[in-house]
């Protein structure tokens, strides 16, 4: 069997919040099931081949470290990415990876900061940081609803367009903007999340999802059995307690 | 009058809550600056101050810093419990002044957090800061590791040249703080002639210039960001050391003999050999800044050196407790650096290792757990050596779990404990006598297994 390519964008730079947990998550639950992967690092001055990469992952980082990729992400890399998430590569983006997916980041003083433009969403800047526990019910076709956990610490709202829906609805906490009572975004094989935590730590059957949609890319024979199910006692677990710690009941 | 309300409220207040065995809170300080809220000016005034902050090791520094004091003759108070927000050093200055409001001390050594830092500069005026080091911690409660840097810069912008500086000059943010400084510049740090081999292959936190944002080049690392950077695009680079570890002679779990070599304005260069009681690269960095402020203060090379070499650490700072014939290792764990120094320490006994993790969720302890995925647990996993047991609990003890279960643990082998008193029970009861238990709690989770411990044991006191 093929190596599934897994790429992680920017890792030096983009290392915030425990983001890095999302990739421990999709390689561990790989090597488990005794699936052979291939992790590459890319960064600053690096070329990104659209061509060579099943699943990419996006994080956010400091304000001090986005300023500084900014131009090497939509020069360098831009018409890649791009030409990648036409070709239904899975992304995963997070928090600030999430906003500079999006067309545009309006800053406090209204100035237009252009971003890389490969989804329909556009963040404003905001003056209070929404920060907490996030809790959202994931809205994807495929896959039956639950309560997903994780921790949101962005201080940008983000309106996702007509071309984007959401990736989930919001439980407890902000979410997106804190108005509208969406949380993420989802665009062909395009998951963007607000939440760390780690997202996919504890939400395992999203990880399943973006492995599942990474082979049946790569092979349309691939099923979804073909991810053989782990017991994923510990992962159910961390997830129920933070939403009793938080007085959710676990059927919302 | 408000002064004396003030104090007469807080200490009544504080006879009160130990009455009822509350010891270490800040809510007489709270009480005393509601009603005197100049009361920090006016109390610290005929004091001479020494302020620490940074993000790790202020509590062991000041403790160090404290011990040099003694053996130099120096009387002095300090705040002992770690509670280094603004209410808590009112709560210690009043507890510790007369009704009057004057001190039999002359000297203040007070542990700040950034935040508290930039407020005490506007209301006392410091003789000496000494700042140990900036990493990633709690950033839900500060915002970004830049704005806890700066918080510390503004902080130094109300100091003068009567106040001295003492900076970890391996630390190219820290470093930065000396153009803000107006009186003088001590730099302590680590030589490349001292450490040897690669450091942890975690990634760094100040990558890139905080001028220009070039990527620095490293001549040598100690561990994180912390070595001898040099920006190649505007040449910012780490300053020559007053105080510096040339050599690391010896070094195992009881401490580490170094050579240091001590440049100090007005006297002549010259190598001294210095016993530090704790082990590990960050104690280092703890004995360097203490050292470098009792220079900064002209105390004497010898009550410096004979201070690292007694110290003992407290209050879940590698403090090992006697209970029955058993012992318990407590050390505080906040943030990846400190997690990770932490785990290079234990990855060498991990063989028949008593651990247990104790993580929450707190305020006090950051209330986003997301950083336990930065800290390098995969590093200690795949070191050789089986633990006997390892343990979590805490608020957030799933979490954990599925942490360690992630870096590479069996899943059957991590046993989650439903309570405090079940993992006591439970992890004492699994060790033969005369092993020792490692415990690792965020800052609550100490609070709250010391309280347990005492109920069983016989502990000191931890508000002394």
Request: proline content about 4%.
């Amino acid at each position: 069997m093929e190596a599934l390519r897994i790429c992680h964008l920017y890792p030096d730079l983009l290392n915030l919040y425990g983001d890095r947990g999302n990739l421990l998550s999709l390689c561990q639950r790989l090597k488990w099931r005794g699936l052979p992967y291939q992790l590459t690092r890319i960064s600053l001055g690096e070329d990104f081949d659209p061509e060579a990469f099943d699943l990419v992952f996006l994080g956010g980082g400091q304000d001090y470290e986005q300023a500084l990729l900014q131009e090497d992400l939509l020069i360098k890399k831009g018409s890649a990415i791009k030409e990648a998430v036409l070709q239904d590569v899975v992304f995963l983006c997070i928090c600030g990876g999430y906003q500079m997916m999006g067309k545009a980041y309006i800053t406090a003083e209204g100035r237009r900061i252009e971003c890389l433009g490969a989804i329909d969403v556009i963040t404003q800047a905001g003056k209070k940081r929404m920060i907490g526990n996030l809790v959202f019910k994931p809205q994807l076709d495929t896959l039956p609803t639950w309560l997903a956990a994780g921790f949101e610490n962005h201080s940008g709202r983000t309106w996702p367009g007509s071309g984007v829906k959401p990736l989930g609805r919001v439980v407890k906490g902000f979410g997106n903007n804190g108005k509208d009572g969406t949380e993420g975004a989802i665009y062909r094989n395009v998951f963007c999340s607000y939440s760390h935590g780690s997202l996919l730590p504890k939400n395992p059957r999203l990880a399943d999802e973006l492995l599942f949609r990474a082979f049946a890319r790569m092979r349309p024979s691939f099923k979804r059995q073909d991810l053989s199910p782990l017991a994923d006692v510990f992962e159910e677990k961390a997830g129920t307690s933070i939403l009793s710690l938080l007085h959710i009941r676990p059927d919302g | 009058m408000r002064t004396r309300a003030a104090i007469i409220t807080a200490k009544f207040l504080v006879l009160l809550l130990r009455k009822f065995g509350r010891g270490g809170t800040s809510l007489p300080g709270k009480a005393a600056l509601w009603i005197q809220p100049d009361l920090l000016q006016i109390l610290t005034l005929p004091l001479r101050i020494i302020l620490v902050t940074g993000t790790n090791g202020k509590t062991t520094t000041a403790r160090i810093i404290s011990e040099i004091l003694d053996r130099a003759g120096i009387s002095h108070i300090s705040n002992r419990s770690g509670s280094n927000l603004l209410n808590g050093i009112a709560a210690m200055l009043v507890e510790k002044c007369s009704l009057k409001g004057s001190f039999s001390a002359d000297t203040a050594l007070l542990e700040l957090d950034e935040a508290a830092f930039r407020l005490a500069c506007t209301r006392m005026r410091p003789h000496a800061v000494v700042v140990t080091n900036f990493f990633r911690d709690q950033l839900d409660r500060y915002g970004e590791l830049y704005s806890t840097l700066n918080a510390v810069r503004e902080g130094l912008a109300h100091t003068g040249p009567d106040t001295a500086l003492i900076l970890n000059a391996d630390d190219s943010l820290c470093t930065s703080l000396a153009k803000d400084s107006k009186g003088p510049v001590f730099f302590y740090g680590v030589e490349a002639s001292a450490v040897s081999g690669d450091p942890a292959k975690t990634d760094l936190d100040a990558l890139h210039c905080i001028y220009c944002g070039s990527r620095y080049a490293y001549a040598h690392r100690t561990y994180g960001h912390l070595g001898g950077f040099c920006c190649p695009g505007c040449g910012y680079s780490r300053p020559g050391l007053q105080v510096a570890c040339t050599r690391i002679l010896r070094e195992d779990t009881g401490g580490m003999s170094v050579d240091v070599n001590l440049r100090l304005p007005g006297q002549e260069e010259q190598t001294i050999r210095m016993d530090i009681a704790l082990p590990g690269l960050y104690n280092l960095y703890n004995a360097l800044a203490a050292a470098g402020c009792g220079f900064a203060l002209n105390l004497p090379v010898q009550a410096v050196t004979a201070a690292v070499a007694r110290f003992q650490s407290g209050f879940g700072r590698m403090e090992t407790l006697n209970c029955g014939d058993r012992q318990i290792k407590l050390i505080l764990v906040k943030n990846p650096a400190g997690f990770n120094q932490v785990l290079a320490h234990l990855a060498p006994v991990k063989a028949g290792l008593h651990a247990a993790f104790l993580l929450n969720d707190n305020i006090a302890d950051g209330t986003d757990v997301s950083w336990i995925w930065d800290v390098d647990f995969e590093s200690f996993s795949d070191a050789p050596g089986i633990p006997a047991r390892i343990s979590v609990c805490g608020r957030r003890k799933w979490d954990m779990a599925l942490r360690l279960k992630y870096s590479g643990f069996d899943e059957g082998d991590i046993h989650v404990e439903p309570s405090y008193s079940q993992l006591i029970q439970n992890a004492l009861g699994a060790m033969a006598p005369g092993e020792c238990l490692t415990l690792l709690p965020t800052y609550t989770a100490m609070l709250t297994i010391r309280r347990e411990l005492s109920k069983h044991f016989s502990l000191p006191e931890f508000w002394a």
